[in-house]
């Protein structure tokens, strides 16, 4: 089976103080399937965060070859291929005045707007519903997104990123404010989406496995290793 997103060859370098660069990986590769859930851990600094946005095609330090579902990367612009991949930062930006504005941002992007197949956006219901199922039912649709906490920007933005309807989902540690109740329904809401819509996500944690992921990779030393097999405890502690 031909995998639904592919990078080879990945390369990051970053430049040095004083001249030259610095590598922080260099010929990584990676393929997700459909409705898979991937977890990549590793040290702080490793450069994880910079392979999510090699993913996204958002790293200017970066060069890569990507394709998705079987299509090279070079023939879809920045902005399509943002519409199918979409990208949850540590620190999302949410821009409106409410959050019910924030989450349909995408919708009123040219790029979504003038699409054939760009579909209306959510409705309040749907919104709603999305994040309610996110452990954020105090999250009025009508609040300022400046007014929300870490965690709850985080859902938002994640709530947002789902509803877009992508192929692909990079999650970088959005659960990473949270109490290990609404963890859980974050990662519970993620399970269903991808069994529910054949998504696949790659999600950046720093947390003990929750048993979601289909494949555990670290991370470290410009290295990209499979861990799935090792012990959970001592793989999640070698990754704080």
């Avoid at 958002?58 to 090279?72: Q, V």
């Avoid at 199922?133 to 938002?156: F, T």
């Avoid at 979601?212 to 990209?224: F, K, N, P, T």
Wanted: aromatic share 4%; proline share 7%; net charge negative.
């Amino acid at each position: 089976m031909t995998p639904l997103f592919t990078a080879r060859d990945i390369r990051c370098a970053i430049p040095a103080p004083g001249g030259g660069e610095h590598v922080v990986f260099d010929g990584v590769s990676f393929a997700l399937d459909a409705g898979e859930i991937v977890d990549v851990t590793g040290p702080s600094g490793s450069g994880k965060s910079s392979l999510l946005t090699a993913f996204a095609r958002l790293n200017p330090y970066a060069s890569e070859t990507l394709t998705l579902d079987g299509r090279d990367a070079a023939s879809l612009t920045p902005q399509q291929w943002r519409r199918l991949v979409a990208y949850v930062p540590q620190r999302p930006s949410l821009i409106g005045t409410t959050v019910a504005q924030a989450v349909r941002l995408p919708w009123t992007l040219a790029v979504r707007r003038d699409a054939p197949d760009a579909g209306a956006p959510p409705s309040d219901g749907a919104v709603r519903a999305m994040l309610d199922a996110m452990g954020c039912a105090d999250v009025e649709l009508e609040r300022a997104p400046h007014d929300l906490s870490g965690g709850q920007a985080a859902r938002v933005s994640l709530a947002r990123a789902l509803l877009s309807g992508p192929l692909v989902l990079l999650a970088d540690e959005v659960d990473a404010g949270l109490d290990d109740d609404n963890a859980r329904l974050v990662a519970d809401l993620l399970a269903r989406t991808v069994r529910d819509a054949g998504l696949a996500v790659v999600r950046i944690r720093h947390r003990a496995p929750d048993g979601r992921a289909s494949r555990i990779l670290r991370l470290d030393r410009g290295q990209l290793t499979d861990i799935s097999r090792i012990d959970a405890p001592q793989h999640e502690e070698e990754a704080r």
